[in-house]
């Protein structure tokens, strides 16, 4: 691997564990996708040699994806039916010298030449009801290269397939048609008119008769998948071509995340900052305050020897900091952040470990004053723990790497 790629490589990984550092800030806008495309998409194709091209086959449950690889291969590779669901993991069919690469699912060798070029990946089904294996297909999905996109005649129409399938905009795509009935030859053009709207009007649509399956192999002719290996040997030998483009499309998609994520996490630093400084300011009432209680001639040697003024003593100590706790919670609800109702009391611990030496004839602690007071008011601290700045530094450089990447130039 060229000293470019090296390095380019291992700014991407640091980006990407920058990305782990900030995950707990991202709001609702995960960054697992974020970091699995630059760990499991970027990265691998800056390898030498450079991984074969990774074709992900999707579909319906019982569309007969499964089939179709093994056919391609001519050979089992996936576990083919019609039950929901049959593939309940990803499954790479590649060849032996590609074999150790950090594939996202098992994988299964083959010595078929296209093995070298292309790796085939069977997924779960996109509208299985597992949640897993959805989000597993659209892992792989988000990994590909390009996509075969595989249904049948009763099962074109519907409408998880559909959203996948609306986007798929930036790698090459095929559509497949599977088990197609002698007398179901307008679901083809119905396919074709509804992909046109989806501005995929140039996309090839291949179809398989379901009389195609041979009996004793269970699978399809060779006549019958004839078309979909031109189309795979095609991209295989442009490869370059459409990897250029693929990885074009996904770092400017990935720049513009990024471009969002750093907005949003400079935002609730600054948020987390005012926050802050509110809290602080509540906490230093509350020094005072006590301090006030506590008295000129009030040492902690004479202080709160179980009189009953000194209890009355104890409970306006707890007031301060019940209202110290308060003043934080609404100063951290104000910029946003969660304030639940715990919050807007002071913490039993804090209360509980020095209310109780005072009420009774123990000696009280020396920090009866400031250790309440620290407890509780690290307990704002800690959720509202900024992100360090040397974190967001990274982001940005990271950022900016990504928007001027080219990757004719890699």
Do not use: C
Not at 29 to 43: E, G, H, M, T, Y
Not at 252 to 273: G, P
Not at 305 to 328: C, F, M, P, Q, Y
Request: glycine share 6%.
């Amino acid at each position: 691997m060229s000293r470019r790629r090296v390095r380019l490589s291992n700014h991407l990984g640091d980006l990407a564990d920058a990305l782990e550092q900030v995950e707990s800030h991202a709001g609702e806008a995960s960054v697992a996708p974020l970091i699995a495309k630059i760990r499991r998409f970027l990265i691998p194709r800056l390898t030498d040699p450079p991984p074969p091209l990774v074709v992900a086959f999707v579909g319906s449950t019982g569309a007969g994806k499964s089939t179709l690889i093994n056919s391609v291969a001519g050979s089992t590779v996936g576990k083919p039916g019609v039950l929901r669901p049959t593939t309940d993991q990803a499954v790479v069919w590649t060849s032996s010298s590609h074999a150790g690469r950090p594939w996202p699912g098992e994988v299964v060798v083959g010595d078929h030449p296209l093995a070298e070029s292309v790796a085939l990946i069977d997924t779960p089904d996109l509208d299985s009801d597992v949640v897993e294996h959805r989000v597993q297909a659209m892992e792989v999905l988000a990994v590909s290269d390009a996509v075969v996109f595989v249904t049948t005649a009763s099962r074109y129409g519907d409408a998880s397939p559909w959203e996948v399938l609306a986007t798929i905009v930036d790698k090459p795509l095929v559509v497949v048609i599977n088990r197609l009935p002698t007398r179901a030859s307008g679901a083809r053009n119905d396919l074709t008119a509804r992909l046109r709207v989806l501005g995929l009007g140039s996309i090839p649509v291949l179809t398989i008769s379901e009389r195609r399956v041979d009996p004793e192999s269970g699978l399809l002719r060779q006549q019958s998948v004839q078309r979909l290996m031109l189309v795979l040997r095609e991209w295989a030998g442009q490869t370059t071509i459409h990897r250029v483009a693929v990885l074009g499309a996904a770092t400017d998609q990935l720049a513009r995340e990024l471009t969002l994520l750093i907005e949003h996490l400079d935002d609730e630093s600054s948020r987390a900052a005012r926050a802050t400084k509110e809290v602080m300011a509540a906490y230093e009432t509350a020094a005072q305050a006590l301090a006030r209680l506590a008295g000129p001639g009030r040492n902690t040697k004479r202080l709160l020897k179980g009189r009953r003024d000194d209890e009355l003593a104890v409970g306006r100590w707890i007031n301060v900091l019940d209202a110290a706790a308060a003043a934080a919670a609404a100063a951290i609800e104000s910029e946003g952040f969660d304030a639940p109702p715990d919050l807007w009391r002071a913490s039993s611990a804090a209360l509980s470990d020095h209310a109780k030496p005072l009420r009774g004839r123990a000696k009280p602690k020396k920090d009866w004053i400031s250790g309440p007071i620290e407890a509780d008011r690290q307990r704002f601290l800690d959720r509202l723990h900024a992100i360090p700045e040397d974190v967001l530094e990274r982001l940005r450089n990271g950022a900016a790497l990504v928007d001027d990447l080219d990757w004719r130039n890699v």
